[in-house]
């Protein structure tokens, strides 16, 4: 790994980390404990054009890891769920990212969403909770969920129109 590389993956997860734990002062709309807008998200965003999977995958388990930390809820079941469910996310929208173009940081930013509410809730309610109901709250977590994620690719669209496309060196 360059260091530039390097570089880039400490400064986005402490951007990441940073916004993870400011973002826990916004009030969440639904009574769930560790509820988050995701804001955070966007620092995947920004990073996914031109990133390594294993770039992406060491940033986002770091800026929630980060913001968990900061946030006194690091050794928590929340903490695991914005793991796992952020995990198979970034896998999922980088491999939609590749593509070529056919999907914009919308259409990204909206199946990571989806894809980190499901796995959340499934692990909380096969493991947390053990009852199904749970996802009962899912279409409120689609709903908040998809607003968020508009509002990630907002961020990351200006942020990347200002860096030139991408973050990454091309080689």
């Not at 914009?104 to 989806?114: D, H, P, Q, R, T």
Request: proline letters at 4%; aromatic letters at 10%; glycine letters at 10%.
């Amino acid at each position: 790994m360059t260091y530039r590389r390097l570089s880039l993956i400490a400064l986005l997860t402490a951007l990441g980390g940073a916004v993870h734990l400011l973002e826990t002062l916004i009030p969440f709309p639904l009574p769930v404990p560790g509820g988050r807008w995701g804001f955070s998200n966007s620092v995947i965003l920004i990073a996914l054009p031109g990133a390594r999977l294993s770039d992406l995958l060491v940033l986002a388990i770091a800026k929630s890891t980060l913001g968990a930390f900061f946030g006194g809820r690091l050794v928590t079941p929340m903490y695991l769920m914005s793991v796992c469910g952020l995990t198979v996310a970034v896998t999922a929208m980088w491999a939609i990212s590749r593509k070529n173009g056919h999907f914009g940081l919308v259409g990204i930013s909206l199946a990571g969403a989806i894809t980190n509410n499901t796995v959340q809730l499934a692990i909380a309610a096969a493991f947390i909770i053990r009852n199904v109901a749970l996802f009962l709250i899912y279409p409120y977590f689609l709903i908040l969920g998809s607003i968020a994620a508009v509002a990630n690719a907002a961020i990351a669209y200006s942020v990347l129109k200002r860096a030139g496309g991408k973050l990454w060196e091309t080689s």
